[in-house]
């Protein structure tokens, strides 16, 4: 279930991840949450992505 393979991905990468595909905010909007650089926002955004595409499709 795609809901689980959330949990499956780091918390930082998760917390980055969701503003920006979720709620669809920008990189500096999604860095001022966790209180993030947008560039370290951007990267584990990508890294949380792409273990969630490795989770879901096996």
């Given at each position: 279930?795609?809901?689980?393979a959330?949990?499956?991905?780091?918390?930082?990468?998760?917390?980055?991840?969701?503003?920006?595909?979720?709620?669809g905010?920008?990189?500096?909007?999604?860095?001022?949450?966790p209180?993030?650089?947008?560039?370290?926002?951007?990267?584990?955004?990508?890294?949380?992505?792409?273990?969630?595409?490795?989770?879901?499709?096996?």
């Amino acid at each position: 279930m795609a809901s689980d393979a959330w949990l499956e991905i780091a918390r930082d990468q998760a917390e980055a991840a969701l503003p920006r595909v979720v709620v669809g905010l920008d990189e500096p909007a999604a860095a001022r949450m966790p209180g993030k650089r947008a560039g370290a926002v951007r990267s584990a955004a990508h890294r949380g992505l792409r273990r969630l595409a490795r989770e879901m499709l096996g």
